[in-house]
């Protein structure tokens, strides 16, 4: 059995969002159907797009989403039907080795990200009879989806879908990229590259762990506005500015973090937030691009730099999803500021295109039922 959804799909890299209407098989064994209500347009995609990141060909984008679950198939424990769930861009089956020892963002069971395909090889898109994948195995993209139950993760009833959303993927791995993989502590200085959907919420991440001083780099005015919303204390719109202002004001000893949160990955911001640190300083890379790191070892070792890289920002999805909640329940987490604009599944090239341009924070999609 199958019914059909409207969807934004990528026939080729390349090529823009298009909308399709496509066959959606029933969930199989311990798979879930959603019926998807906001979806978040984060850059992940618009690099599946532009063909900077490597997927299988058609796709349906999408890897931020909630939404309300429709069906189950057998054995599915996670979740029950009216559930409201936010769908995590990498699964946690909680067995593997990797959740076992407190490592959900490196679940085994996220092996097919770049394929869209199921464990078993199959795909529950279709469009005339060619098999269409889902990013991240999810596709938010769509109406309606079926994912693995190690997909979902239950929330409250009274989150709004919008905010629910963005903790699919944009806050926590920008959140944990401060508060897990740069183990940010009280007192410290942290400079941030980029103050797009990752970068403001680690931003944010930086200052609920105690940093005294938030840095941020970013060319667009606006950002640089939102990155002080967030809990930036002092923004810059080129790196060398930002580099002066840490080593006034740390009497030279440079920041303790640099995490790098930009669109996209490249050399000279590598180099920068490397010559940004001091001793026992860690830089945090989170972006996705072409960057390469081409240092001399001699100031890694003499000053025992580390460079981090990060996924998901290093938090555990089960967990760091309600956590990340509950703090903006209590007023502690900005996730309403982060939604500038709000578009129609019609509108997603030009969302993406108001993304590019330094529009948004973050845009997210609505889909109509």
Not at 13 to 18: D, F, K, L, N
């Amino acid at each position: 059995m199958s019914m059909t959804t409207r969807a934004a799909i990528c026939r080729e890299a390349g090529s823009p969002w298009e909308i399709a209407e496509l066959e959606l098989d029933e969930p199989r064994a311990n798979e879930v159907r959603i019926r998807i209500e906001v979806a978040g347009l984060c850059h992940s995609d618009d690099h599946v797009q532009k063909g900077a990141a490597r997927m299988r060909f058609p796709v349906v984008g999408g890897h931020e989403g909630a939404g309300v679950v429709e069906a189950v198939g057998e054995g599915v424990t996670r979740v029950a039907v009216g559930d409201h769930v936010v769908c995590a861009f990498i699964p946690a089956c909680g067995t593997c080795r990797y959740c076992s020892t407190g490592r959900q963002n490196l679940c085994d069971a996220g092996k097919n990200a770049s394929t869209g395909e199921f464990a078993d090889g199959t795909f529950r898109f279709h469009l005339d009879g060619e098999d269409v994948g889902g990013m991240c195995v999810l596709g938010t993209f769509s109406q309606h989806l079926v994912v693995s139950e190690y997909s979902c993760i239950p929330i409250p009833d009274d989150i709004p879908f919008d905010v629910a959303a963005l903790v699919g993927c944009g806050v926590p791995t920008g959140w944990g990229s401060a508060v897990h993989a740069a183990g940010v502590r009280p007192g410290q200085t942290v400079v941030i590259y980029g103050a797009g959907g990752v970068g403001s919420n680690a931003v944010q991440g930086a200052r609920y762990a105690g940093a005294k001083n938030v840095v941020v780099v970013d060319p667009v005015p606006f950002k640089r506005d939102m990155a002080k919303v967030f809990g930036a204390t002092h923004t810059f719109a080129d790196a060398a500015a930002a580099r002066e202002f840490v080593v006034e004001t740390t009497w030279g000893e440079l920041a303790d973090h640099a995490i790098i949160t930009v669109g996209v990955l490249h050399d000279e911001v590598i180099d920068q937030a490397i010559q940004v640190v001091g001793k026992s300083g860690q830089v945090t890379i989170t972006a996705v691009g072409n960057g390469s790191i081409d240092h001399n070892p001699g100031p890694f070792i003499g000053f025992q730099r580390r460079v981090q890289g990060a996924i998901f920002g290093g938090c555990n999805p089960l967990f760091d999803v309600p956590r990340l909640l509950g703090l903006y329940r209590s007023g502690d987490l900005k996730l309403d500021e982060l939604i500038t604009r709000r578009y129609r599944l019609e509108e997603i090239n030009e969302g993406y295109q108001d993304m590019l341009d330094g529009k948004n924070v973050r845009g997210v999609i609505l889909l109509e039922h």
